[in-house]
């Protein structure tokens, strides 16, 4: 019975916890509505993200270098959410493997969870070639790490278009309502509020042919290592009118 009242008190602590964290400024992003949504075609110049909230607080927390410039930006319709990455890189790392050449690029990163312990959630990894990994994950709280990672899942209905300007890429995604409302992702029952978390892979090309792998995220989750998959890197997206 105490170990079963324990656990209790442990998702009570954390569901407060989430709360608390998402209630903060730094850890909520308005999704405003677009009478006019952009066209997803990876250039990211339509005049409608001018009417969404940018969003360019990224740091990197597990590091004391300066964070390049990086700014977010989403609307919604009736149909789908639409968003969009700007992002300064000086070197682009774009894999070259066939089997894990998105996860060897930079990349804009959205996960969206069930709810704050995140028992279910899923990933959204795109790099400045458009292409995309993405996975049906799932956290234990009692053990404090993830647990399961399925990358053979897909997000179904995305679209994700990229393009290389000079001084980065832009990557730019249209996700379907309806596959939100089918993963059972809204928290509330006006469907206008997620658990969502943003971030970055900035890797640099070194002249070894590795890799230095740097992670930058909206949220600080006050963790010793690099680890995007954890509570305390989720905050909220609200759909507001």
Request: charged share 25%.
């Amino acid at each position: 019975m105490k170990k079963i009242l324990g656990f209790s008190a442990m998702l009570v602590g954390s569901l407060v916890g989430f709360q608390s964290l998402a209630d903060e400024a730094g850890s909520r992003y308005m999704i405003h509505f677009a009478d006019q949504v952009p066209v997803i075609d990876g250039k990211g110049q339509d005049l409608a993200w001018d009417n969404a909230q940018p969003l360019s607080e990224f740091t990197f927390p597990w590091s004391s270098q300066a964070a390049p410039s990086t700014e977010f930006r989403a609307l919604w319709d009736r149909d789908a959410i639409y968003f969009r990455y700007v992002l300064e890189d000086e070197h682009l790392a774009v894999g070259k493997d066939p089997e894990r050449g998105v996860l060897d690029s930079d990349r804009a990163e959205i996960f969206l969870a069930k709810d704050p312990q995140l028992s279910s959630y899923y990933t959204l990894e795109i790099d400045p070639k458009a292409r995309v990994f993405s996975a049906d994950a799932a956290y234990d709280p009692v053990k404090t790490k993830r647990v399961k990672l399925d990358s053979s899942w897909n997000w179904p209905g995305l679209v994700t278009k990229a393009s290389s300007t000079a001084s980065g890429y832009i990557v730019e995604a249209k996700l379907p309502l309806t596959t939100i409302t089918d993963l059972g992702l809204w928290q509330d029952n006006a469907q206008s509020e997620l658990i969502c978390a943003l971030m970055r892979a900035e890797f640099t090309p070194k002249p070894d042919g590795s890799i230095d792998m740097g992670w930058m995220t909206w949220i600080d989750p006050n963790t010793a290592k690099p680890n995007f998959h954890n509570p305390g890197t989720f905050g909220t997206c609200k759909l507001v009118k």
